[in-house]
């Protein structure tokens, strides 16, 4: 008899899987997902002021950033090799229209402009909806507690137009109303704005995991919730729907949100359209890694690069990810 269980089979050696897994390089060598630094979008809260930098309570190392502090971040993120970001609007005034969306001078389209001249290469993403900048935090006009979907679109074509004006790279519809790729499209071209592309949030979940994101963005509905326009966590099969509507419409690039809840979504996503693929890996996913890790119950490096990997592998191209920064200090 002996200790050894390998020589007491038939296994003669030849397909030794561990003989991959020796180094570091080895295993580099032959690893199949790499997350790389310009895989990553760096969300930014952008509100008024200057010299404005206030954390987000629960989203640790999450800041709420006027103008000029934004910018320096931005840059700070292209020295780690993020090289783009995602903006949202933090306004000073809301009402039931959100008109402060489309305003010119809002902390978004400054933002852009400032962005756009402090770094050209900088690929500048904004965030197209109304919940930040509407007194009710619905994503669109609403009548007797009902969000209307023309009425809606109408404000997301003004929106989505005003930052194209402002400079941006792509524009991010994120509201989930019917028809509003293919009204921003139109509206974009009229504009001479052919060369601006879109992100669409094509398969947005109605989540349990935005709760922090509207702390940072004073984005909660004040009543109901968002349950009529935002997909049920139960469907899958309506997510490559969504998809192939809005890629008829004209979208450049579909999003799922949240990520790591829905990575069977992303994959069946990819494997059918094959187009850029995207995927927000939200608040509360930030918020539950950063909490963990404060209580001692995980390495926050560790799994942080973990939830990334298991991302991109999934099918996700771009990944947009508050820990951007964290993570290309890691990754480089």
């Known amino acids: 008899m002996t200790d050894d269980p390998i020589a007491s089979t038939t ?3 030849r397909q030794r899987p561990r003989r991959l897994r020796r180094t570091d390089a080895i295993r580099a060598l032959v690893r199949e997902t790499d997350v790389r630094p310009h895989k990553l979008v760096y969300p930014l809260f952008v509100c008024d002021g200057t010299h404005v930098r ?3 309570a629960s989203m640790p190392g999450v800041f ?3 103008v000029d502090e934004a910018v320096r971040e931005a840059a700070n993120a292209r020295t780690d090799g993020v090289q783009a970001v995602l903006l949202f609007g933090l306004p000073a005034r809301k009402d039931d ?3 402060a969306a489309d305003d010119a001078a809002a902390p978004v389209q400054a933002a852009v402009r400032a962005l756009k001249q402090a770094d050209d290469d900088l690929v500048v993403i904004t965030d197209v909806c109304l919940c930040e900048y509407t007194s009710h935090g619905h994503c669109g006009i609403v009548a007797d507690g009902d969000v209307l979907n023309n009425d809606t679109v109408a404000r997301l074509v003004d929106v989505a137009r005003s930052h194209a004006d402002a400079g941006a790279d792509i524009v991010a519809p994120s509201d989930m109303m019917d028809g509003r790729v293919g009204a921003i499209r139109d509206a974009l071209d009229a504009a001479g704005h052919d060369r601006v592309a879109i992100m669409s949030y094509a398969a947005k979940y109605c989540s349990a995991f935005y709760g922090p994101f509207r702390d940072a963005a004073a984005s909660a509905p ?3 919730d968002r349950r009529t326009h935002q997909m049920d966590p139960a469907n899958a099969d309506e997510a ?3 998809v192939a509507l809005d890629l008829e419409e004209g979208a450049d690039i579909v999003m799922v949100k949240p990520a790591l809840p829905y990575l069977d979504v992303i994959h069946r996503i990819k494997q059918e359209f094959g187009c850029p693929t995207a995927a927000y890996q939200v608040s509360g996913e930030y918020a539950m890694l950063k909490a963990a890790a404060a209580n001692g119950w995980l390495d926050l490096s560790q799994a942080m690069l973990e939830s990334l990997t298991s ?3 999934a099918g996700a191209d771009i990944i947009i990810t508050y820990f ?3 993570a290309a200090r890691r990754l480089t």
């Open 11 to 13: 296994f003669d050696g």
């Open 54 to 56: 206030r954390e987000v």
């Open 64 to 66: 709420q950033l006027s």
């Open 97 to 99: 229209r959100g008109s």
């Open 222 to 224: 004040v009543f109901g």
């Open 240 to 242: 490559l729907r969504e």
């Open 311 to 313: 991302i991109r592998r």
């Open 324 to 326: 951007a920064r964290d």
